[in-house]
């Protein structure tokens, strides 16, 4: 395990009740500028072998109180420069074996309270310059149901969710956007 600071500008930092922890493989590292810092009860974790979270230059990663932000193995959680992955109380950011969950510069990933973002095995989620993932109420789901789905976007794009929605997709689908496209859904709708 190797917990890393690598330039100057990086924090690693927890308050009460904060555990951050790694087991056998499990990298947590930080370069110049970036902050992995946790609340009260809040727990960022790697569970397994292969398991690295990760951020560069201008890369936040961020939780309050009551967040998970967890990955088991062969996942990977990372960021480029000006990445934002955060979460609100009660949000659950994870992913399973051979999932990536990622974001170039300018990409946000975000949730708010009872807001889950998941993935299962094979699947990806990931988003371009300028691209915005976010769900923004209670009951909003965007997932990737089976091996070889794809949801990603390109500059310009928006991908949301309103209450009770789910934007879901099953082995072989691939569900995109290219730029100034907006693919959006309304509550009691599925896209």
Same mark, same amino acid.
């Given at each position: 395990? !190797? ?20 087991? #056998? ?9 970036? !902050? ?87 699947? !990806? ?40 929605? !789910? ?17 959006? #859904? ?6």
């Amino acid at each position: 395990m !190797r917990i890393s600071g690598v330039d100057r500008g990086v924090r690693i930092s927890a308050s009460d009740g904060v555990r951050i922890s790694g087991r #056998a493989g499990v990298r947590i590292s930080g370069e110049s500028g970036v !902050r992995i810092s946790g609340q009260a009860g809040v727990r960022i974790s790697g569970a397994d072998r292969g398991v690295r979270i990760s951020g560069e230059a201008g890369v936040r990663i961020s939780s309050d109180a009551g967040v998970r932000i967890s990955g088991q193995a062969g996942v990977r959680i990372s960021g480029q420069r000006g990445v934002r992955i955060s979460a609100q109380d009660g949000v659950r950011i994870s992913a399973r074996d051979g999932v990536r969950i990622s974001g170039e510069a300018g990409v946000r990933i975000s949730a708010r309270d009872g807001v889950r973002i998941s993935a299962q095995d094979g699947v !990806r989620i990931s988003g371009q310059a300028g691209v915005r993932i976010s769900a923004a109420e209670r009951g909003v789901r965007i997932s990737g149901a089976d091996r070889g789905v794809r949801i990603s976007a390109r500059e310009g794009v928006r991908i949301s969710g309103q209450h009770g929605v !789910r934007i879901s997709g099953h082995a072989g689908v691939r569900i995109s956007a290219r730029d100034g496209v907006r693919i959006s #859904a309304q509550a009691a709708l599925a896209a």
